[in-house]
T-cell receptor
Framework: DTGVSQDPRHKITKRGQNVTFRCDPI?????LYWYRQTLGQGPEFLTY????????KSRLLSDRFSAERPKGSFSTLEIQRTEQGDSAMYLC?????????FGSGTRLTVV | TQLLEQSPQFLSIQEGENLTVYCNSS?????LQWYRQEPGEGPVLLVT???GGEVKKLKRLTFQFGDARKDSSLHITAAQPGDTGLYLC??????????WGAGTKLIIKP
């Protein structure tokens, strides 16, 4: 399978804990995006990498959120001191020009 | 700020009926994409429209990009229960980022 992989698929955590998600993009794709989606809404942009460089970060992204793509391949998204409002589906997508491919997402529930 | 408005937000129809979903903006996009999303999964790209006035067909699905590249529509002919899902439009902005509509939840009843 050469699609976009996200791990874990589901994560339940207690408020205040840190969580880290991983995304493995399609290997030929140089762009990698993180989005967040809540029920009944379209995805919201969080951040974007071109190769290993993080080129843009949404103003929605508080300083509790950090993302890395150290070798221009896989990426991680960390949320520190989670809050209940962080509960959402976190989607990763990779692209080469217009050809976006999304992973299945990580469903985060903060209790 | 570029915004995309989708309508209707929710549509429930009988199998065999036709339907149209609309995606409107006050902004011009270089291209626009339509996605379908199943519960618990990521969106899956259906089509990208690039040229104003462009019409693309995917079996029973017809996608149209407005002449001014500000709006788009998705028309489904003879809907089937397998068409059930969340349909999202997304305009391609700078740095190839996607600006999303809120989605149309479609239910096709057998």
């Amino acid at each position: 399978d050469t699609g976009v992989s996200q791990d874990p698929r589901h994560k339940i955590t207690k408020r205040g804990q840190n969580v880290t998600f991983r995304c493995d993009p399609i290997s030929e794709h140089n762009r990698l995006y993180w989005y967040r989606q809540t029920l009944g809404q379209g995805p919201e942009f969080l951040t974007y990498f071109q190769n290993e460089a993080q080129l843009e970060k949404s103003r929605l992204l508080s300083d509790r959120f950090s993302a890395e793509r150290p070798k221009g391949s896989f990426s991680t998204l960390e949320i520190q001191r989670t809050e209940q409002g962080d509960s959402a589906m976190y989607l990763c997508a990779s692209s080469y020009n217009y050809g976006y491919t999304f992973g299945s997402g990580t469903r985060l529930t903060v209790v | 700020t570029q915004l995309l408005e989708q309508s209707p937000q929710f549509l429930s129809i009988q199998e065999g009926e036709n339907l149209t979903v609309y995606c409107n903006s006050s902004s011009v996009f270089s291209s626009l994409q339509w996605y379908r999303q199943e519960p618990g999964e990521g969106p899956v790209l259906l089509v990208t429209v690039v040229t104003g006035g462009e019409v693309k067909k995917l079996k029973r699905l017809t996608f149209q990009f407005g002449d001014a590249r500000k709006d788009s529509s998705l028309h489904i002919t003879a809907a089937q229960p397998g068409d059930t899902g969340l349909y999202l439009c997304a305009g391609v902005g700078s740095n190839y980022q996607l600006i999303w509509g809120a989605g149309t939840k479609l239910i096709i009843k057998p």
